[in-house]
């Protein structure tokens, strides 16, 4: 994905090198499993996605204080390359769903803030350290990422220099801002707090897969826009989506699925609406609009 000369955002909270005293971590032995910070993926929603991360981080620290520890300025040029890309992406998610919103005139499009840390991190839904990996909290509107989850997604998924991959997590938690705006956030969540666990995971796995196909209609117009899709960029990403479906995660885990606890969907299914969202572009398709979950 070319990036070169891009517009930086400015929507940005560098909070790296800095503390939130965090004194506790996520739970269920994330870190347990070689793909472990992939699977820490799975939570992304935050307390804006279908999974019930919200839930989780309702266990962590409250109220902690940030203080300043390290200089910004001692971070590798690798990751503030990594930080660059993160405020091109975060630019291109603001121009393309500006005129996404205005073309289906659903008003104007408010984007949300990134945040950037190290380990741990404040947010309206709590005290999360970075093995909840990226997540999104509708609670203030912003999406937090350690940027050692890129270095993780290097390393253990093979996605060295494609910067489409990293683009495609970001676009994801996009996904469920765009959802907040849009009202299907607030309307799932309702659904998931009148009925039984197994139902609610169903409905948490359609929030997840309608984000991955707004990341794909994200694709779509960016590269409308500024054809900066490079060969086998698309392939990567669906590479990825492959790699965090939840069947696919179990067997890594556990060596079995239990499909009645899926929250975000299989690596079929997750494949299928990324690739769906890039080929329509169209906003009037919807996992919700799936009668059939079966179908998805």
């Known amino acids: 994905m070319k990036l070169t000369g891009r517009r930086e955002s400015s929507n940005v909270e560098d909070r790296r090198g800095m503390s939130s005293g965090a004194k506790a971590g996520i739970g269920g032995g994330i870190g347990a499993i070689i793909i472990g910070i992939i699977m820490s993926f799975l939570g992304g929603g935050g307390n804006g996605g279908g999974i019930n991360v919200g839930e989780i981080l309702g266990q962590l620290t409250q109220g902690a204080q940030q203080t300043e520890s390290v200089d910004p300025a001692s971070f590798s040029e690798e990751e503030q390359q990594l930080a660059k ?115 609610a995971n169903q409905i948490s796995v359609r929030l997840e897969l309608l984000a991955d196909y707004y990341a794909g209609v994200w694709a779509h117009y960016e590269n409308e826009m500024y054809h900066s899709l490079e060969y086998g960029d698309m392939e990567k990403g669906l590479e990825l989506a492959q790699a965090i479906g939840d069947d696919w995660l179990q067997k890594q885990a556990q060596g079995y699925t239990t499909p009645e606890a899926f929250t975000h969907g299989t690596s079929a299914q997750r494949k299928r609406w990324l690739k769906k969202g890039f080929e329509l572009g169209d906003m009037r398709t919807s996992t919700f609009n799936v009668s059939n979950y079966n179908d998805l």
Not at 103 to 132: E, H, I, M, R, W
């Open 85 to 199: 890309e993160c405020r091109q992406i975060l630019a291109s998610t603001e121009e393309v769903w500006t005129k996404v919103f205005k073309d289906n005139g659903y008003g104007a499009y408010k984007a949300p803030t990134l945040v950037l840390f190290t380990n741990s991190v404040q947010s309206a839904c709590g005290n999360a350290t970075a093995a909840v990996g990226p997540f999104y909290c509708s609670g203030d509107q912003k999406l937090y990422i350690d940027l050692s989850f890129f270095t993780e997604m290097k390393r253990q998924l093979g996605v060295e220099g494609n910067t489409f991959a990293y683009a495609y997590v970001i676009a994801h938690e996009i996904g469920h801002h765009v959802e907040n705006m849009l009202g299907s956030l607030s309307k799932a969540h309702q659904d998931m707090s009148r009925t039984n666990k197994t139902k």
